[in-house]
Each structure stands twice: as C-alpha cells, then as structure tokens.
C-alpha cells in the first residue's frame, strides 16, 4: 500500500457471527494487516463461540479481543466489499449501497460441531481470504 492511500474496507457477515465471519475478520486483518481493515458482523449475533477462538490460535492468530457484533450496527458505513459466508445470510443481509462489491463464499457451518469441523472452517477461510488477498493486492 502507498503512502496516503487508505485500507480497504471489508465486512464479513453470517448469521450468529460466532464463527465463519470471526474467522474471516481474523484472518484478514492478520494476513492482510495494512492492506484491509476487516470487520465482521451478524444478522443474528450469538457471541464468539470458545472454539472458534481456539482453532484460530493453533494457526497463529489471536480473536480473542473480537466481539459478535449484529449487522445493524455496520448500516450508513462505507464498505469496499461485503462478504456473505452462508446462505442464509445471502438472503437476509442488508444493502450496503456503498459496498463497491458483494461475494459470496458458502462455507459449511461449524458451529456446534467437533474441534475438526471448525479446522475445516478455518482453513477453508483461510484459503478463500488469501485469494481475496492476492486479487485485491494485483500482481
């Protein structure tokens, strides 16, 4: 990132923000940390599930400071991409009008799983975060 240009702005957003979205924050604040300023949210917020936490520690990354936050709270903000993580979400989620883009990247739940399912989340999450990285950034 040059000098004078601003990060860009992205909010993830599922349905309880317990896990996919946290996850998502996590890792694109740790991966792209001076290029992005992440954010998560959900329609229904249910609080960060303790596994989530874990799982993103084992790879190196600290969420622990990260709150569930409801998508309300995000409304009027000014959001370059806004990434949706499950389906219903997709269906649910607010207009951003100033979002310059919206993805979708449907990533199994794992929420009320084993220790594995949220593995599997996480570096399912990672990989997509790590493309999205790669594309924003160019060559």
């Known amino acids: ?9 992205v909010l993830f957003v599922c349905t309880g923000n317990s896990c996919r979205s946290q996850m998502a924050e996590g890792w694109a604040n740790h991966l792209g ?5 992440a954010y998560s949210a959900g329609v229904y917020p249910v609080g960060v599930a303790p596994l989530t936490v874990k799982v993103m520690a084992e790879a190196g990354v600290d969420i622990s400071h990260q709150r569930a936050k409801a998508v309300d ?5 000014e959001f370059d991409y806004v990434i949706t ?12 009008p100033d979002a310059a883009k919206r993805f979708h990247w449907p990533v199994k739940d794992a ?3 084993d220790l594995d399912a949220y593995r599997r989340a996480r570096d399912e999450i990672r990989a997509r975060v790590e493309a999205f990285l790669n594309e924003i950034n160019g060559p």
């Open 1 to 9: 990132m040059k000098e004078g240009e601003r990060k860009i702005k």
């Open 111 to 113: 929420f009320g799983l």
């Open 73 to 77: 709270e995000f409304l009027g903000e």
């Open 85 to 96: 993580l499950c389906d219903n979400v997709r269906e649910l989620c607010p207009y951003f």
């Open 33 to 37: 940390a001076g290029l992005v300023e």
